[in-house]
């Protein structure tokens, strides 16, 4: 990871100077994770710009970024998971489905999403998951649910929920011997992940990834090509556009957990 | 791994009956680990029996078993340092001293000893440790301390205690992006392994090991092999040697810590 543009999309200004590009009323606007949308111009550090294909429809392909990325990539750069194998989905949001997707591209035979809202499993069927757990119908731990659908555990687990009890579960939930869990999800400050370290002796892999270990200059060109080479489909996360005019419905529609990703539209 | 075995080993019985092959005045005996060694022939389980290098001294190869074969498989096998990079080794018993084999085997640059037996630390110079940490001799957690010695963190670290701080220690020693802990000791049944989640997020893993993840009957083999070619160092871990009647004095100069490895003599 880059601590050099880390350190400054934490601080919200460019690298060269300290200061930022924006202004409103001669007040400062601060640069958000280094690349600063939502304007029809933009200044980036050369590192936050990568260059791809221009054949590439960029109302489509916009979407691949934090999250879609960061879902995909936990499961096909991270996970690995092989051809046939069985994978735990936890969390069925964008990025979960993404990490779902990146399941499907693998040729994962079972793909098992958990999610506490069953309202969420239709549309991740979409994505490839063909088995689901609601923790909330079961009165045991999800993780021995899981072990016991898939004789002992699940080869991998990506986690996408943010919750150290998905965490654990994710963890607690893969086969013995060489299960490999993928935390994905970004934890509280407060949490603590705790499990018995007899999991670890038993020959099990805790992982975690920033941004599904892509290193967005260098890799985002060929995740493009993935869409371009019909892949990695990218249509179906897209479940709403809006104009810039109305850029709030779109932050209802996400809030309200109703769009996967919503395009917003510079121009009408 | 074979639970078929393990299971079996548990019970101290043999497989195909259920039944011990041992006795003292009526009384079974049980086997212990599968093996039943400290007789002069003893009965194994085939899954048990390796055959190795007929030409192999077994007054020495006797060491590569447990202890020695989980400490540098959880290096060679499990961490897999890169020639040139940094290893921290927590616990510096037959075990540890045998993870630092494997990382001075792995052509590791810098092997950090941590323990709290400062005493430790000059023969562990013969296993490859060229840099000491104890613990006691800081006032801030010893995770800190490598982290300033090795800029942000070392690239492996592999956990020989049982102890769950050090575990924890371990995990949070290794640097972001990269870094790898490998946790070999056996926790207690009470431990619990706590750690922020935001340590996994950063791209570390952390995987356990059992027997470090040899196979016995296929890998010991070539392990016999490593020694025959005098790349696996074996004669520095025998520090002792007693005759089975003195047994007891083995017994002692391993809980006095005063043994690395004390070989017992069947006949004098």
Redesign the interface.
Known sequence: ?CDLLRINTDRGTMLSDGKSRFSKDGKPIYHFLGTSTFSEYTVCHVGSVAKINPAAPLEKVCVLSCGICTGFGATVNVAKPKKGSSVAIFGLGAVGLAAAEGARVSGAARIIGVDLNSNRFEEAKKFGVNEFVNPKDHNKPVQEVIAEMTDGGVDRSVECTGS?QA?ISAFECVH??WGVAV?VG??S?D????????????????????YG?YKPRSDLPGVVEMYMNKELEVDKFITHSVPFAEINKAFDLMLSGQSIRCIIRMED
């Open positions: 990871m150290v965490m013995d011997g935390l970004v934890p400050k949490d603590a992940f705790k499990t018995h370290p007899v999991n670890f002796l038993n020959e099990r892999t805790l992982k975690g990834t920033f270990n």
